[in-house]
């Protein structure tokens, strides 16, 4: 038999008016009359996760080193555990960096306008940044262009191999812009 919802087991809280303890604004709630029950404290799902991020800094920093050693070794063991997905995920984020640098950068060959065997190409190469050995640092380099996209070109892998002609273009280039930018600031 179904339970019939009666106006007493409707009516067996009230409501009240309460202050968020996050931002201080002020919302109705429903008191329980039982002395267990709910009792809000935040008057909307922000404040409540704002309030959990609150207690998880504070949490984190009560346990200091601890919680750093700790966070190593989950760390550690979920790549151990879940190697192959790890660098497939690596490995896809990687080519989407690359892809992105590529497209700001034109697409394309800056000098011979080819569409293959695209690499980057640093203007100042002493702004490279350099591995420890055994890792690639292309991602790196794909990063760092699309963050900085004039300190780099766009260069087939030929054009790139062969650094002369398009240096002495960028050179020539390089004094165009000085003469630009001293004509234009006297």
């Known amino acids: 038999m179904k339970d019939i919802k009666t106006p007493e087991k409707i009516n067996k809280f009230e409501i009240i008016e309460k202050t968020c303890l996050i931002c201080n604004r002020r919302f109705l709630a429903r008191k329980w009359k039982r002395k267990t029950g709910l009792r ?9 996760k704002e309030a ?17 050693e ?37 697409g394309k060959c800056q000098l011979c306008n080819s569409l293959s065997e695209l690499e980057l190409c640093h203007i100042n190469p002493t702004n490279k940044y350099r591995p420890p050995s ?44 000085e003469l630009n930018s001293l004509s234009i600031h006297p």
């Open 40 to 48: 809000p404290k935040y008057c909307s799902e922000e404040c409540s």
């Open 134 to 177: 055994g890792q690639n640092a292309t991602h790196m380099n794909a990063i760092q262009a699309l963050k900085n996209p004039n300190e780099f070109l766009l260069l087939c892998k030929s054009c790139h191999a062969n650094p002369e002609p398009w240096l002495k273009k960028f050179i020539e280039l390089c004094k165009l812009i």
């Open 70 to 106: 700790y966070m190593r070794r989950y760390r550690r063991d979920y790549y151990r555990n879940n190697k192959e997905r790890v660098l497939l995920q690596n490995r896809s984020l990687n080519v989407r960096y690359i892809q992105r640098a590529r497209e700001l950068l034109g």
């Open 52 to 68: 959990a991020r609150r207690q998880r800094r504070i949490w984190k920093q009560q346990q200091g080193e601890k919680y750093k």
